[in-house]
């Protein structure tokens, strides 16, 4: 019998399918490797009602300040919360119906009238509630917060109904509209050890509500609604920079050194064979009218018709959207792609250089689809230059359950970023199988290699060496992270498990906690890390 050749097809697809074999296995022993942040307590804050964290900042002394919803109309009694405006309980619906391809669902109010804001001051280590502040009953609810240099609370967030009585708490009042649309909000300023305000601002007719704060260095605050506004710091003066806006594109970052800010996204175009997904950003200078910089906005047609040498084939769908600043002043985007052939892996302003890699090293070799994958880049935005770009994904185990996709791939998403004290980088967003976690993390994955997802937080050092932190947040939804001092919180809403019909369930982490239980069908949840070495 004659021997069988192999051809280059045959050894190539070998060659990968042992490449593919056992990845999610060695990345979770690398995942092991090097110093690792260090849990130092999870808690709930709820009552019977539903409660949920959107957001938190940290004080110098330790403490943190969580700012987040109740629907009411039970709320935690001690240690007893100021009260800010004067409204009451409507009774409306906590949760709404929506459709969806399998049906329907049912999915929180955001817009209730009884979805209200409150704030939790925690000692360090969350070891003891110091305050609570809230606001009645319908007057307005909280998405967003910020902390200015002088240790001074913004938040911003919803209006409602009884809004208008915060006018006799004492504060400075101001309004001002903000577009066409139908929905009124408002930014304030407040101490956050008294909870006595100092100015509050509303602004009418937005089309959404805030779900980001930035301050620059001359105190001024932005946010998005309807556009981008920016607002003194005596909070008496509303300008509009921008009302440029879309689901796929929106403002990421405000530059806190002049106020200019960048804008990015992506848009439908087409190469001329498929369609694309074609990923931009931009630069503007302070008054949004100039534009100064472009990243990425390479011609469609030039990925497929060679004008573009450098892209001949990176045509994934793609879009920039997270942005946070590192410490030394360097852009660390987040940008989703649906493979790993995306334009982004060249320079943002020079498509014939390939940006370098990371050490952590995860490639996307082996896809069995388009999937959702996440590439973290950081730039000079002085010299233009991306320093390195790091792919982050999950990988199906050696004992999944489909054995043709074991080795591949698995998406994931991002819902929230923070730079942390030391430059390391913590991000929250929702993972499907395979998620690399590190030693401790709070799940285990599936002993019979059956699906398993959910939100999760993750944490790399600053170069991408070593990942520092990442475990699925079993029973948490919409994961927001924040730095604090000495490292980092995470904090959500939770169902207190994965209440997995197919397994016993498991529950959200709680570690020397003020409230070991949840009380409701959501409690609030916040998560205390610290970093290595501090």
Known sequence: MRPRVLTPTIVVLLAAGVALAGRYEAFTRKA???????????????????????????????????????????????????????????????????????????????????????????????????????????VASITAVALTKDNQLIIAGRCGPAFPTLARVGAATASAVGGSGS?????????????????????????????????????????????????????????????????????RTVDPRDGSFYFGGDRNTNTGREPWRQPYYYRFDPTGKEKLLTFWEWKSRGLRDGSLPGIQGDVSDSSPRLTEWTNDGDLLIFVWSDGGNTVVRKQPTDYTKPVPGVPFGMDNSGMKNANSLTHII??????????????????????????????????????????????????????????????????????????????????????????????????????????????????????GSDALADRPATPTPTVNALQDKPMGRYDAHILLLRSPGR
């Open 378 to 495: 950081r730039i000079n935005p002085e010299t233009k230059q991306a320093k390195w770009i790091g792919l982050w994904m999950g990988y199906l185990p050696d004992n999944f359950q489909e054995q043709r996709l074991r080795g591949a791939p698995n998406g994931m998403n991002f819902r929230s970023l923070a730079v942390l004290e030391d430059n390391s980088f913590i991000f929250s967003g929702g993972a499907g199988t395979g998620l690399i976690q590190t030693p401790g993390a709070f799940v285990v994955p599936p002993a019979d290699g059956s699906k398993y997802g959910g939100a999760y937080v993750a944490c790399f050092d600053e170069n991408m060496t070593n990942l520092l932190f990442s475990s699925y947040m079993p029973g948490c939804e919409d994961v927001k992270v924040a730095r604090v001092r000495n490292g980092a919180v995470a904090v959500s809403r939770s169902r």
């Open 32 to 138: 092991a490797q090097g110093p690792k942040m260090s849990v130092v307590a999870a808690t709930y804050f709820g009552d019977e009602a539903v409660e949920e964290f959107v957001g938190a900042v940290g004080l110098p002394d330790g403490s943190v300040l969580a700012v987040g919803n109740s629907w009411g109309p039970q709320f935690p009694a001690a240690p007893q919360p100021r009260i800010l405006g004067t409204g009451r309980h409507a009774g409306a619906p906590v949760f709404n119906t929506v459709k969806t391809r399998s049906g329907q669902r049912e999915q929180l109010d955001d817009a209730s009238p009884d979805r209200t804001g409150f704030i939790v001051h925690y000692a360090p280590n969350l070891s003891a509630i110091k305050s609570v502040t809230r606001f009645d009953w319908g």
């Open 183 to 251: 929905v009124s909000v408002y930014v304030a300023k407040m101490d956050p050890l008294s909870g006595k305000l100092a100015w509050v601002m509303s602004v009418d007719r937005v089309g959404e509500d805030p779900d980001k704060i930035w301050i620059d260095n001359a105190g001024n605050m932005y946010f998005t609604s309807s556009g981008l506004n920016k607002i003194n710091p005596a909070g008496n003066r509303l300008e509009k920079l921008t009302t440029l806006g879309s689901s796929t594109a929106s403002v």
